[in-house]
């Protein structure tokens, strides 16, 4: 499991992208928490809170763990690190694991076909890091 986290200075956002993430347990969620928060403080560090897009193509989210990842590691990222967070990617799995999640928690998904159509709205005021469904 690996993750690349970059900074986008074009549009002021953080780009996160799983490389083969399989995230099917706790000790999975808890890897990936090791491996993703050290990269994000070091991008808070350098650029406060700012909007992250994430690219789902290579992550698998086991729906037995779905749970424990929205309360744990999304939550952490939420409430930490960004000011909006936009997913994007043609993985159907995952997306249709995260939409029923985001529904689960009155939340909006924020899930896009592109990472332009993601960095569009992740940039776009107002923003909210919830962005609360209505």
Not at 45 to 66: F, M, Q
Request: contains cysteine.
């Amino acid at each position: 499991m690996q993750v690349r986290v970059n900074w986008i200075a074009e549009a002021g956002v953080v780009h996160v992208d799983y490389v083969d993430a399989r995230i099917d347990s706790q000790h999975a969620i808890d890897e990936w928490e090791g491996l993703l928060f050290p990269l994000l403080d070091e991008m808070r560090d350098a650029h406060g809170r700012v909007p992250i897009v994430v690219c789902i193509d290579n992550l698998y989210i086991a729906p037995a763990v779905a749970d424990c990842y929205g309360k744990g590691l999304v939550a952490r990222v939420t409430a930490d690190y960004a000011t909006c967070i936009a997913r994007y990617g043609t993985n159907a799995s995952v997306r249709s694991v995260i939409a029923v999640e985001a529904m689960r928690r009155k939340y909006s998904a924020n899930i896009f076909d592109t990472r332009e159509d993601a960095i569009a709205f992740a940039t776009r005021a107002p923003c909210t890091v919830a962005a609360r469904a209505s």
